[in-house]
C-alpha cells in the first residue's frame, strides 16, 4: 500500500492532484479516502468540518471566490437553513453548473474578510445579500445576531444600509426596522416577532430587572414594564443539571414575588406559536392589557405556523457533503 504524502494528507483535493501523486480514481475509492464534494477527495482521518467542506469547494472555484450569503454567514456563526448549496461570490464572469455550488457574479469590488480560514463577505455585506433568499423573521435574527456577537453594531449596520445599493438592500432596509439591540438569540428573536406581528405590544429585550431597593433581580429575555410580565425562552431547561433548574426556580420565583408574571417558553412549545402568543396576551390581560387580541394573518401563518428547525447561533456547524 502506498503511502500517503503530506500533500494530501492534512487537505482537500481534486483528482488531478491524486494523479499528480501517484493515485489513480480507483484508489481513492478505499477505505482511506472519501469523497467531500464531487470530483474533491480527503483522507478519511480529517474531520468533517464545515471548514474542509469550504476549501473543497475553494478548489472548483475562481481564485477571487469568498464564501458569501447563507455560506458567509454560517462563518459569523448562525446558521438558518440548509448547508448546500453553498455560496460564492466572484467578480468573473464564470458560471458554476452545479446543484451543491451557487456562484454570485458581482461587479462590484469584493472586500474579503476571513473567518476560520475562509475569505467571506463581511458582516454587513452579508446581511444585505441574505435578503434575496431569507424571509423577514430570518432576515432579523441575521442582523439581531450579527449585532449580538459584535461583529457590526445597530449604528453601523443602518449607516451600510443607507449608503449600498447592491440586490437585497430594500428588503434590509424594510427589516432593519424590526432590528433592536440586546437580543442574546435568535430564538428570542423568534418569539418577540411572534408577539409583534400578531398585533401585541412590543416587550423590552434583555433589560435588568430590578427590586423596590434598586438592587439586581435578573436579566429577563422580553419585558413588559407597563404590564409587569416577563416572557422568559428557555430551550436549555431539560439540558441543565437538578441543581442549575434549582437556580432558574429559585430566580423566577423572586420575579413573582415582585408581582411579575413570568411565562416561561420551552423549545417543545415552538411546535404551536399561536399558543404561546395566547399565553402571553392572557397574561397581558389579567394585568391590566385592553388592546386587541392576537390576529393571525396570512403573513404570520406563512412566517410562524411552520417555521425550519431551530436555527443555531453561537457555534460552528457541522454537516457531511452529499
Not at 493515485?23 to 478505499?30: E, H, I, M, V
Request: net charge positive; hydrophobic share 40%.
Amino acid at each position: 500500500m502506498k503511502p500517503i504524502p503530506d500533500a494530501l494528507a492534512s487537505r482537500p483535493f481534486t483528482l488531478d492532484t491524486a494523479r499528480r501523486h501517484g493515485f489513480a480514481r480507483q484508489d481513492l475509492s478505499g477505505t482511506r479516502f472519501r469523497r467531500v464534494l464531487r470530483g474533491v477527495y480527503a483522507v478519511a482521518s480529517l474531520a468533517d468540518t464545515l471548514v474542509l467542506t469550504l476549501r473543497a469547494a475553494i478548489l472548483l472555484l475562481p481564485d477571487d471566490a469568498v464564501a458569501s450569503h447563507l455560506t458567509a454567514l454560517r462563518l459569523w456563526g448562525l446558521e438558518l437553513r440548509a448547508l448546500f448549496p453553498l455560496h460564492f461570490s466572484t467578480n468573473t464572469t464564470r458560471v458554476c453548473e452545479r446543484s451543491d455550488l451557487r456562484l454570485h457574479r458581482r461587479r462590484g469590488r469584493l472586500r474579503a474578510y476571513v473567518r476560520h480560514r475562509i475569505a467571506c463577505t463581511g458582516p454587513d455585506r452579508t446581511y444585505v445579500d441574505c435578503g434575496t433568499i431569507l424571509n423577514l423573521v430570518e432576515f432579523v435574527m441575521t442582523a439581531e445576531h450579527l449585532i449580538h456577537q459584535s461583529h457590526t453594531a445597530l449604528a453601523d449596520l443602518r449607516a451600510y444600509l443607507d449608503q449600498c445599493h447592491i440586490d437585497g438592500v430594500v428588503r434590509a432596509r424594510r427589516a432593519f426596522a424590526y432590528v433592536r439591540e440586546r437580543v442574546e438569540s435568535p430564538m428570542e428573536t423568534l418569539v418577540r416577532l411572534a408577539l409583534v406581528f400578531a398585533r401585541l405590544p412590543e416587550p423590552d429585550p434583555n433589560p435588568d430587572v430590578l427590586d423596590a431597593a434598586g438592587r439586581f433581580v435578573a436579566r429577563c429575555d422580553l419585558v413588559y414594564w407597563k404590564y409587569r410580565v416577563i416572557v422568559e425562552y428557555d430551550g436549555a431547561w431539560h439540558e441543565r443539571s437538578k441543581k442549575q433548574r434549582a437556580r432558574d426556580r429559585t430566580r423566577r420565583e423572586a420575579l413573582e414575588r415582585l408581582g411579575w408574571t413570568v411565562i416561561v417558553v420551552l423549545e417543545d412549545d415552538l411546535a404551536n406559536k399561536k399558543a404561546i402568543v395566547w399565553r402571553v396576551y392572557g397574561a397581558l390581560r389579567d394585568n391590566g392589557y385592553d388592546g386587541p387580541r392576537p390576529h393571525f394573518n396570512a403573513m404570520w401563518t406563512r412566517w410562524f405556523a411552520s417555521h425550519p428547525s431551530r436555527p443555531r447561533s453561537g457555534q460552528f456547524g457541522y454537516e457531511s457533503a452529499p
